[in-house]
C-alpha cells in the first residue's frame, strides 16, 4: 500500500486487524479497494469484522465481452441497516412477513416505523425479482433452503431505506444484489443495426418514450433500452420475471427474446415498463 492508503487504514484498524479482513471480510480485494472498503466502514460507522459490511467480488456478465467480470463491490448487512437506522434515533418499530399465493411464496413486505412520522414505510418485494438462481432457473445457495427468511431481509431493507433516505440511501444489502450473481440465460437482447442506434446523450425520459409510443409500433427504443439496462446491471430475464408479477402484463407472451417480448406490448404496457426503469435509474 502507498503511505496514503496506509493511513486512511490504520485510522480505524491495527495492522492484524487489516490483515484479519483482508483474509475474512475482503477476501480478493487489491489494496486500493481494500483502503475505500475501510474508508466506507468508517465513514458508515460500522465494524467490518463483525460483518455489519464486507467487500464482496462478484461475478458479472459483461455483454460486450461475452464473459463474467470479477467486479468488487461494498455490501452491507441486514444487521448494519439496523444500526445506522436506530443510529437516528428515531427508528420506533420494524414488521414483516411473507406474501403466499395458494400456498406458495411469492414475496415478503417490510414496514419500518418513525417515531416521527404517522405512518410507517412500507416496501413489497417479489421472489422472482430478487431470488438467486442457477443457470436452469432454480433457487441457489440459501434461496433454496430459507427463501422466506432471504426474501424478509430484502423487504426489510428497502423500507428501511426508504424510511431513512438520507443515511441510507444508496446502500444495498447482500441479500438484495444475490440475483446480480444469476448466471446467464438463454434471454437476451439483441442491440439495432449501427445506423438505427442513438447516442447515450439522446437517452429520453419516461414521458417522453412514452409519448414516442406510435399505436401502430409499441416497441421502446432498442437503443435506450438496452443502455438503460446496462446502467441498472439489469439482466433480461430479470426484467421478463418482474414482468410476470404484474397485473398489467398478465395476458403478455413473455416467449422469446426480450426484444420480442417488447414488440408485442401495448402502449400501455411500454409505459409501465419504461416508468419503472426511469424509477430505478433515479435511486441508482
Given amino acids: 500500500m502507498t503511505e496514503n492508503r ?7 484498524l491495527t495492522r492484524e486487524q487489516i490483515n484479519l479482513v483482508k483474509h475474512t471480510v475482503a477476501i ?3 489494496d486500493n479497494e481494500l483502503a475505500l472498503f475501510l474508508y466506507q466502514a468508517k465513514k ?3 465494524d467490518p469484522l463483525t460483518r455489519q459490511i464486507y467487500f464482496i467480488k462478484r461475478r458479472q456478465f459483461n455483454p460486450d465481452t461475452d464473459r463474467y467480470d470479477e467486479v468488487g463491490t461494498i455490501q452491507t448487512g441486514i444487521d448494519g441497516f439496523r444500526v445506522i437506522a436506530n443510529r437516528t434515533g428515531k427508528l420506533s418499530g420494524i414488521k414483516r412477513g411473507i406474501i ?3 400456498g406458495n411464496l411469492i414475496g415478503a413486505w417490510a414496514e ?8 410507517p414505510a412500507r416496501e413489497e418485494v417479489s421472489l422472482v425479482e430478487y431470488c438467486q438462481t442457477k443457470k436452469d432457473g432454480s433457487p441457489r445457495g440459501l434461496w433454496a433452503t ?4 432471504m426474501l424478509k431481509k430484502v423487504a426489510e431493507a428497502a423500507a428501511l431505506r426508504m424510511a431513512f433516505p438520507e443515511d441510507l440511501s444508496g446502500i444495498y444489502s447482500h441479500d438484495e444484489m444475490a440475483q446480480a450473481d444469476n448466471e446467464a440465460q438463454t434471454t437476451t437482447i439483441t442491440s439495432p443495426k449501427p445506423e438505427q442506434a442513438k447516442p447515450s446523450q439522446d437517452a429520453v425520459t419516461a414521458k417522453e418514450q412514452a409519448q414516442k409510443v406510435g399505436e401502430d409500433s409499441p416497441a421502446i427504443d432498442i437503443a435506450w433500452l438496452k443502455e438503460s439496462l446496462d446502467k441498472l446491471k439489469w439482466q433480461n430475464v430479470q426484467v421478463v420475471s418482474w414482468l410476470a408479477t404484474k397485473d398489467i402484463f398478465k395476458e403478455l407472451d413473455l416467449k422469446g427474446r426480450l ?3 417488447v414488440a408485442r406490448m401495448s402502449k400501455e404496457q411500454v409505459a409501465a415498463l419504461v416508468a419503472e426503469i426511469e424509477d430505478r435509474l433515479k435511486m441508482t
Fill in 6 to 12: 496506509v493511513a486512511v487504514v490504520e485510522a480505524q
Fill in 28 to 30: 480478493g480485494a487489491t
Fill in 44 to 46: 458508515r460507522g460500522l
Fill in 100 to 102: 403466499l399465493d395458494e
Fill in 112 to 119: 419500518v416505523y418513525r417515531s416521527d412520522w404517522q405512518q
Fill in 146 to 149: 430459507m427463501p422466506e427468511t
Fill in 259 to 261: 426484444t420480442e417480448v
